[in-house]
T-cell receptor, first 111, second 111 residues
Framework: QQQVKQSPQSLIVQKGGISIINCAYENTAFDYFPWYQQFPGKGPALLIAIRPDVSEKKEGRFTISFNKSAKQFSLHIMDSQPGDSATYFCAASYSGSRLTFGEGTQLTVNP | DVKVTQSSRYLVKRTGEKVFLECVQDMDHENMFWYRQDPGLGLRLIYFSYDVKMKEKGDIPEGYSVSREKKERFSLILESASTNQTSMYLC??????????FGDGTRLSIL
């Protein structure tokens, strides 16, 4: 049973725009929510992560927004660049256990 | 930098063959993981290991087995390959309660 639902499956954004990817989870025991970025031919790499004691975390142009009551979290990419074109995965885990991944979003940023 | 090395980038095998996928990490990580990645399904956990000679089933272990005889090496075994095991296979490693580091994957085709 898929416990982390991710949307949209694909996203096309113009250079300079804002990319938004959403995830929803079911297990209220989850306490760690990372986002991974994957370029073609490469494995996923950790981009940014958040724990539920904060509602937002920002690193450069990347921001995670977290809504504990709605059991949702999202990735915002500000000033999107063609180099951001990649597949993005959200994930969740609890107490250092194994990660459960979302289905992935293929982001294309047009020049 | 953490390096997770998967022995083959591309592999073509025949139905019924026994297939070995090898993964080596150079950072003395306790945890190692095997995932398969399919479009629209994200990353699904096959098996993981928290220590040498230990293994735990993930979400889709059927048709697979694993071996961890040394801390740095985690092998995935397809006992009798079938066409529905054609996929991208990703290995990852991590210290306890730390982010996972991924290899670049093995694209396996079963004919």
């Amino acid at each position: 049973q898929q416990q982390v639902k991710q949307s949209p499956q694909s996203l096309i954004v113009q250079k300079g725009g804002i990319s938004i990817i959403n995830c929803a989870y079911e297990n209220t025991a989850f306490d760690y929510f990372p986002w991974y970025q994957q370029f073609p031919g490469k494995g996923p790499a950790l981009l940014i992560a958040i724990r539920p004691d904060v509602s937002e975390k920002k690193e450069g142009r990347f921001t995670i927004s977290f809504n504990k009551s709605a059991k949702q979290f999202s990735l915002h990419i500000m000033d999107s660049q063609p180099g951001d074109s990649a597949t993005y995965f959200c994930a969740a885990s609890y107490s250092g256990s194994r990660l459960t991944f979302g289905e992935g979003t293929q982001l294309t940023v047009n020049p | 930098d953490v390096k997770v090395t998967q022995s083959s980038r591309y592999l073509v095998k025949r139905t019924g063959e026994k297939v070995f996928l090898e993964c080596v990490q150079d950072m003395d990580h306790e945890n190692m993981f095997w995932y398969r990645q399919d479009p629209g399904l994200g990353l699904r956990l096959i098996y993981f290991s928290y220590d040498v000679k230990m293994k735990e089933k993930g979400d889709i272990p059927e048709g697979y087995s694993v071996s961890r005889e040394k801390k740095e090496r985690f092998s995935l075994i397809l006992e009798s390959a079938s066409t529905n095991q054609t996929s991208m296979y990703l290995c990852a490693s991590s210290p306890p309660d730390q982010p996972q580091h991924f290899g670049d994957g093995t694209r396996l085709s079963i004919l």
